[in-house]
């Protein structure tokens, strides 16, 4: 059964502090990763992986895939409140699916 | 505004219905995502369109159905509504298949 596990649940940080999200797959036909930030409305577009080991970087995020080990993991440094959100996980097979982790809960605290 | 519209916003109606929810698509974009997001099943990947057809099939039920019409706006057609059913509905768009995906705000249905 293709899945999508992300860990931890949830996490609370300090302003400032530097996190690291994780995902993991079982998915058959692998063809991309997505990470999302979803706050109280829809869920808004980080980063697409397809390659292993190329990390893509958007400011203060970044992400790296590893297609051998089957994981993604999201970085945020020097987090701030703003950063508060769900960030869900994604992974597209070759068919065009999607296949959702449940999201980790980051709360960012001042 | 992520230029994904989703009609209506609420949408409250009774087991057993039916009920339209409409997507207009970025512009520019050809491809039309729907998602399922309930409390219990976290987001679910429902089914994808493409320029007017049907390219992806992901957990979607029997009792729902789905279009994209030539203008590239889609309707996602919900029926015999169960109580279960009562979620937000997403819709995405993308220019292809590979390319980052906008949502748009969602439709929450509530089925009483």
């Known amino acids: 059964e293709d899945k999508v596990v992300q860990s931890p649940l949830s996490l609370v940080v300090h302003e400032g502090d530097t996190v690291t999200l994780n995902c993991s797959y079982e998915?058959?036909?692998?063809?991309?990763l997505l990470w999302y930030k979803q706050e109280k409305k829809a869920p808004t577009f980080l980063f697409m992986l397809?390659?292993?080991?190329i990390e893509k970087k958007s400011g203060r995020l970044s992400s790296i895939l590893d297609k051998k080990e089957l994981f993604s993991i999201l970085n945020i440094t020097a987090t701030q409140t703003g950063d508060s959100a769900v960030y869900l996980c994604?992974?597209?097979?070759?068919?065009?699916?999607?296949?959702f982790g449940t999201g980790t809960s980051l709360t960012v605290i001042p | 505004d992520s230029g994904v519209t989703q009609t209506p916003k609420h949408l409250i109606t009774a087991t057993g219905q039916r009920v339209t929810l409409r997507c207009s698509p970025r512009?520019?974009?050809?491809?039309v995502y729907w998602y399922q997001q309930s409390l219990d099943q976290g987001l679910q990947f429902l089914i994808q369109?493409?320029?007017?057809?049907?390219?992806a099939k992901g957990n979607i039920l029997e009792r729902f159905s789905a279009q994209q019409f030539p203008d590239l706006h889609s309707e996602l057609n919900l029926s015999s509504l169960e109580l279960g059913d009562s979620a937000l509905y997403f819709c995405?768009?993308?220019?292809?298949?590979?390319?980052?995906?906008?949502f748009g705000s969602g439709t929450r249905l509530t089925v009483v």
């Open positions: 995405a768009s993308s220019v292809g298949d590979v390319y980052g995906y906008t």
């Open positions: 998915v058959t036909n692998f063809r991309s």
């Open positions: 397809t390659s292993s080991g």
């Open positions: 994604a992974v597209q097979n070759t068919g065009n699916q999607f296949y």
């Open positions: 512009s520019g974009d050809l491809s």
């Open positions: 369109y493409y320029n007017g057809e049907e390219r």
